[in-house]
């Protein structure tokens, strides 16, 4: 779990804090999230990537 955060997460949301979360900012990861996964040849990548968009729906 430490590994997915650090690769995944930080590098968007890591300089703030809980309290500080927008949906401005779930959009901006998932965008980013949406486009690295998107480049990935991994058969999961689209399942993933459609994961992403969805959960921006929530927000």
């Not at 430490?2 to 959009?27: K, T």
């Not at 040849?41 to 990537?49: E, K």
Request: proline letters at 7%; a positive charge.
């Amino acid at each position: 779990m430490d590994r997915v955060f650090r690769l995944h997460v930080d590098p968007i949301l890591g300089h703030l804090r809980m309290a500080e979360v927008r949906p401005s900012h779930i959009r901006a990861w998932v965008k980013d999230r949406t486009e690295v996964l998107s480049l990935h040849p991994r058969p999961w990548r689209s399942f993933t990537a459609t994961s992403l968009r969805s959960s921006q729906r929530l927000w």
